[in-house]
């Protein structure tokens, strides 16, 4: 019996994605790797200049707004599991956590109204920056088009 015809474009479609070339693992690693350590920064390795010019402008006003807000630069307390999850959010933006952490930044002003707000933009920035970059994996593999 003869295949109808939307099995055969399907059956087409499943050879013609077998034959693209696997995604270069070191690639897709390296692009993950340096959108990791700045926000933005992978983007440019998938060849996406304009979208990452928005993500570092946008997630680094973030943090630096937590920063201004006295937002604290969490440690990594395993006995405060919160503080713990925080700490891990704020760490994905490796590079800007490192220097503001060098620089002295990022004390935590406790009495400060706006300190639980700076908190939330210094977590929230760090968390963005993962969906950033599991953005630019999907552009790097192929899953997603550029």
Not at 35 to 42: D, F
Not at 48 to 66: D, E
Not at 130 to 146: E, S
Request: proline content about 5%; charged content about 15%; aromatic content about 8%.
């Amino acid at each position: 019996m003869p295949q109808s015809t939307s099995s055969q474009s399907k059956a087409g479609a499943d050879r013609a994605r077998a034959n693209d070339a696997a995604p270069d693992a070191a690639r897709v690693t390296r692009a993950c790797a340096v959108a990791l350590l700045v926000p933005g920064l992978g983007h440019v390795a998938v060849g996406q200049p304009r979208k990452a010019a928005v993500f570092f402008v946008v997630l680094m006003t973030m943090f630096a707004i937590g920063l201004a807000f006295g937002g604290r630069l969490l440690p990594f307390a395993l006995e405060e599991p919160l503080v713990f999850l925080g700490a891990a959010a704020e760490w994905v933006l490796f590079l800007p956590r490192v220097l503001a952490g060098l620089g002295g930044l990022g004390q935590g002003d406790v009495v400060a109204a706006t300190y639980e707000y700076g908190n939330t933009f210094l977590i929230v920035a760090g968390l963005l920056n993962a969906l950033i970059t599991l953005d630019v994996f999907d552009v790097a593999t192929g899953r997603k088009r550029p």
